[in-house]
């Protein structure tokens, strides 16, 4: 596997821990639950975000700690913190959020809620008609597929799934067997809904909605006849859902992450939630049960799965708690009356997409699909969701007999078991389907197609800074770049062939790629600002992008720094470089947005002694993105579209004062204050560029 050179060891002071910046992250987003400007029902999702974000640091990030000390490392990180302190850290910082989250929640969201008329109705508040159809619901939709296991010698405790819903039940009494273990387990299946929502006749509200913990609590006594229910406790397990293929063993990728997969569901356990009122016996007998320590309890002052409150804005049709709907823009380049081939043979089209819909690049490949003049259809798929269009014309263009190859990560995480279904569904009808080089996820976003026209084969491509996923595309900040620029073209060839077949790594013209050149390309750059800064010119470099961590790197914006280049890093997530310190990043500023969309295209730019070099990518300044995945890092060379990236990428957020947060260098996060005139990024931008809002 291809390595960094460089081993330097750096000052352990000169980074912020990766691990704490990224909750320092889940702080600003469960900031947004707290912003009395936002969306009433839009403050509840940011509020189910920060639970899915904690769920996957704790299967992720969490794990691979605890997997750090399991194997005896006390080898401390870039920041010189050890494994064992490091998890103390963790875990002190998880429960104050967690802490602040239920707070949140029950003082403020909730009443909030119940006062416009969306009400979670609680056990003591159940009206004598509420019981009795709660009762009958238990009966009909609920008991038949509950399985209370007791525990004894002959009932040993159940597997448990990751982050599925638990009950503890304590049990006084002898069954009809004369067995009185005192303990069972009542697992709730994933097919039962975690929320109802009650009839609108027997309720005074017209959103009222009960949990199915409620329901299972109120009546759990009905499954264990003639014995004393104790206590009923929820509790969930968070496990590793990291998979493991051996490089040097596996034979078969696909078949391999097949039986992967089937365990990722019982990975080790490395968090426990518990409701509040469990008995100190029940929580310690989990723990135990799971092997895990005090630290890792999480105690939560009501439902142990916040994620499952995420569909609800769904379900309650009130516009006015919601954020505005928008149709999403589209170039007038790309003018319906014109074939999309020939608009791109005349200019480079830039999508910005929640913004500009991602509807012509759907468009490109239907066009490819039917269009005879096209002989062949080449595209990497790293996350595209189980229900894509986008795939379905890849399929459809196989079937018309074009030539159609894909380069299908099955390593992307979470996303394993569609894109094997995908694989298979593509291989069916005769497409190509390969999984990238064995050790490095294939996250560069490349499209090609292949087009013979008068001249000769020409190649019509798509590069994006996000996923084939038409989903997010309408919630992720991202750039696409659609051209038929035969350079671009040609190096866009260049690397599916590397993908697909064997060779050296062939020098490209304008793409930078990783693990070869990427992170050369971009310290080369950043040295090249220090110099013409140490000359007495202008130095400049603006940088957006989901992480920076990456050693090297830093070390390059600090020495870029302290030869006087004006630095500014639009950073979403986490943040190892310490920004503001006298001597070291005294010009580094380091901002983070956090607003309706998920910030995520990534953005380089550096002035170049008035060249203006413009580069977007899929990559952010990081370890594995530099050095473990294949990752392509575009030129825009249009000026008018080096213009457009700058006014729309970089400037609003370098302008926002409502919803960017301005790193400190010991790593916390200050919120910027508006004053005068408000300038919300996204907001700007969806005015501008959005057909309607």
Excluded at 112 to 127: D, H, K, M, P, Y
Excluded at 139 to 147: G, I, K, W
Excluded at 399 to 419: H, I, P, W, Y
Excluded at 490 to 503: H, I, M, P, R
């Amino acid at each position: 596997m291809y390595a960094p050179k460089n081993d330097r060891n750096y000052p352990t002071d000169h980074f912020i821990n990766r691990e704490l910046s990224l909750l320092q992250f889940q702080r600003r987003v469960l900031a947004q639950a707290a912003d009395p400007t936002v969306p009433l029902l839009e403050r509840l999702r940011f509020l189910c975000i920060v639970s899915s974000n904690l769920d996957e640091f704790f299967e992720v990030r969490v794990s691979g700690i605890k997997e750090q000390i399991r194997l005896g490392s006390r080898k401390p990180g870039n920041d010189g913190i050890s494994p064992r302190d490091l998890l103390e850290k963790v875990s002190d910082e998880v429960h104050e959020i967690i802490s602040e989250q239920y707070t949140l929640l029950n003082e403020d969201i909730l009443p909030a809620l119940e006062q416009e008329g969306v009400v979670f109705l609680r056990r003591s508040l159940w009206t004598e008609t509420q019981l009795r159809w709660i009762r009958d619901y238990f009966m009909r939709e609920v008991m038949p597929v509950l399985t209370p296991i007791g525990l004894d010698p002959a009932h040993p405790f159940p597997r448990v799934l990751n982050k599925s819903l638990n009950f503890a039940v304590e049990l006084d009494g002898r069954d009809a067997f004369g067995r009185d273990s005192g303990a069972a387990i009542v697992q709730a299946p994933r097919a039962l809904p975690r929320v109802i929502r009650l009839p609108r006749e027997i309720c005074e509200q017209e959103y009222t909605f009960v949990f199915l913990s409620s329901v299972l609590h109120a009546h759990v006594h009905e499954l264990f006849s003639g014995m004393t229910v104790l206590g009923c406790y929820q509790f969930r397990v968070t496990r590793n859902s990291d998979l493991f293929v051996d490089e040097e063993e596996v034979k078969d990728l696909r078949a391999s992450l097949k039986g992967e997969l089937q365990q990722r569901h019982f990975g080790d356990a490395v968090r426990l939630e518990v409701a509040d009122n469990c008995s100190d016996e029940m929580a310690n007998f989990l723990l135990q049960h799971f092997h895990l320590e005090q630290d890792d309890l999480y105690r939560t002052p009501g439902i142990v799965n916040l994620v499952r409150l995420m569909q609800v804005p769904d379900w309650v049709e009130r516009p006015e708690l919601k954020y505005s709907p928008f149709v999403p823009g589209v170039p007038k380049a790309l003018d319906k009356r014109r074939q999309i081939f020939a608009a791109l043979r005349s200019t480079d089209v830039l999508l910005h997409h929640p913004f500009q819909s991602f509807a012509p690049v759907i468009d490109l490949l239907r066009a490819a699909a039917d269009d005879p003049q096209v002989l062949a259809i080449k595209m990497t798929v790293y996350r595209t969701g189980t229900d894509s269009v986008l795939m379905e014309h890849l399929v459809r263009a196989a079937q018309k007999g074009k030539e159609v190859t894909v380069v299908l990560e099955l390593m992307a995480r979470f996303d394993e078991e569609a894109n094997i279904t995908w694989a298979n569904r593509l291989e069916e009808v005769g497409a190509h389907v390969v999984y990238g080089v064995f050790g490095y996820k294939t996250h560069a976003k490349l499209l090609m197609v292949v087009r013979r026209e008068e001249k000769g084969l020409r190649h019509y491509v798509h590069l994006g800074t996000g996923n084939y996923h038409p989903r997010t595309t309408r919630f992720y900040t991202d750039f696409g770049l659609l051209t038929a620029n035969e350079e671009i073209g040609e190096d866009v060839a260049t690397v599916f062939k590397q993908l697909t077949g064997l060779g050296t790594a062939s020098e490209l013209r304008h793409l930078w790629q990783a693990p070869f050149t990427l992170q050369p390309k971009v310290v080369e750059a950043i040295k090249r600002e220090t110099e013409i800064a140490r000359e007495g010119r202008r130095g400049r470099i603006i940088a957006k992008m989901n992480a920076l961590l990456e050693p090297e790197t830093i070390e390059a914006l600090y020495e870029a720094s302290q030869a006087g280049v004006e630095i500014d890093l639009i950073v979403r997530g986490p943040c190892a470089l310490r920004p503001g310190v006298p001597g070291l990043s005294d010009n580094i500023r380091v901002r983070s947005v956090i607003g309706r969309f998920l910030e995520h295209h990534r953005i380089f730019h550096f002035h170049a002694d008035g060249d203006d070099v413009m580069f977007l990518s899929s990559a952010d300044w990081m370890d594995r993105n530099f050095f473990r995945r294949i990752e392509i890092a575009f030129p825009v060379l249009d000026p008018r579209l080096k213009r457009r990236v700058m006014k729309e990428g970089l400037r609003p957020y370098l302008g926002d004062n409502c919803q960017a947060w301005e790193m400190q260098s010991d790593g916390s996060y200050k919120r910027k204050n508006p004053r005068g005139i408000r300038r919300a990024a996204q907001l700007i931008l969806l005015q501008e560029l959005a057909a309607s809002s």
